[in-house]
């Protein structure tokens, strides 16, 4: 955005006053001049409520939730025992379980195909 000068802000008023006419003019002035004073009034605000906002965050609020730290399949709690304690035995009925990443059938199985003519 350019400066503006001494002189480049008197050709302005210059202008103006050939514009509105010496009796409007203040009447302009007194306009402009209240809109600038809302408007710093409204950013003054603003900024107040940001930083409201950023203290509020830093000082009451918890911090951001964490994972737990990754383990190699190990129980960090339980050790080696937590693993074998797992059910890696067979059914109810003697058969053998199947790990549950895998199952045997799934879920949801699909619809047949159409039949075509």
């Known amino acids: 955005m350019p400066q503006l000068g001494p002189l480049e802000i008197a050709v302005v008023l210059l202008i103006a006053l050939l514009v509105f006419g010496p009796n409007r003019l203040p009447e302009l002035a007194k306009q402009v001049g209240g ?23 830093s000082d009451g609020a918890a911090p951001p939730p964490t994972l737990p730290p990754k383990t190699d399949g190990v129980d960090q709690v339980g050790g080696s025992d937590a693993i074998a304690s797992l ?3 067979s059914g109810t009925d003697g058969e053998s379980a199947t790990a549950p ?17």
């Open 35 to 57: 809109a600038l004073r809302e408007l710093k009034k409204i950013q003054q605000n603003i900024r107040a409520d940001l930083r409201d906002m950023m203290n509020d965050e």
């Open 87 to 89: 059910d890696t035995g």
């Open 101 to 117: 990443d895998a199952p045997s059938e799934p879920a949801h199985p699909l619809p047949p195909p159409p039949e075509t003519d």
